[in-house]
DNA sequence: GGTGTATAGTTACCTAGGTAACTATAATAT
DNA sequence: ATATTATAGTTACCTAGGTAACTATACACC
């Protein structure tokens, strides 16, 4: 795809790909990956606002309050009062975080394997690369 | 992101800070950039059938039916007739050339724009990476 | 030549991303 | 105290990916 080798082509391939196998392996614990990031991020930083998790994952406020919406009617988050009544405050319930550590082991488990045998220095240097590309596009 | 130093974590954000920002670029040119992506296939391979362009893409044949019908309904494509009735084989119109000669200006220009910068050697090496994890993810 | 199978494409419906415009509340400035 | 501005979240609607099930045609085989 055009005079780069398909460089950019072959990443949207590959996203693509990777979330749909994520998907498929996620299915065991009844998740979507965009689920899973969600409850991935409630775990390791506790309670949050719906902005909080929109800058993290750098996805627009419709859609996280979309995917929240299913989380909370799926009984994996529950809502918790706060000063600010414009904020809705949410944490993992306890059935959020037992689907977390299930899926949790899901997904490491499928990352471990599609890194093995995955060259050390080709892996640092696309996390270099990708973070470059990140940068650049915020300009 | 979990154990990889959010290795794919920063690969989907990346994609889709990408696709937005390509998408934002072709607007010049009155394009969405999966509708790029079939308009650049038919100018390089000629007419086509759908499957053959889904394969090429690596996209589910019902999302092709879905853009193909767009660009059709622009005037960008034309059915051209063939033996095999089951078969849609498409192609560019006059006006879809020039889109596409349009279009590769701005795509390359934005490519080259967030290329410049980036180390030969870490392109390469993301490159090679990326093609390696999309062969696993097809065991 | 009829029957079974494979292929091309479509339809319906799901998740997932985006923008634009809106409401409600909080914060700030005058 | 009031008016303005900023922030959190939602709603409506768009593109874009997926699966499952379907139709219609082509092919293969007996």
Redesign the pocket.
């Given at each position: 795809m055009s005079f780069h080798n398909g460089f950019f082509h072959h990443n949207?391939q590959f996203s693509?790909?990777f979330?749909?196998k994520l998907?498929?392996q996620l299915a065991k614990v009844d998740?979507?990956?965009?689920?899973?990031?969600i409850v991935y991020y409630l775990y390791q930083y506790g309670c949050?606002?719906?902005?909080?998790?929109?800058t993290y994952?750098?996805?627009?406020?419709?859609?996280?309050?979309?995917?929240?919406?299913?989380l909370e009617e799926r009984g994996l988050i529950e809502q918790i009062p706060g000063?600010?009544?414009?904020?809705?405050?949410?944490q993992l319930t306890e059935p959020g975080v037992r689907t977390y550590q299930e899926a949790k082991k899901v997904v490491e488990e499928f990352e471990l394997q599609l890194m093995t045998g995955l060259a050390e220095e080709d892996r640092e240097a696309t996390l270099r690369t990708l973070l470059f590309l990140k940068e650049k596009l915020k300009q």
């Open positions: 949207l693509r790909s979330t749909k998907n498929e998740l979507f990956h965009s689920q899973w990031l949050s606002t719906l902005v909080e998790i929109s994952l750098d996805v627009e406020k419709p859609t996280v309050t979309r995917t929240v919406n299913r000063k600010d009544k414009r904020e809705r405050r949410i």
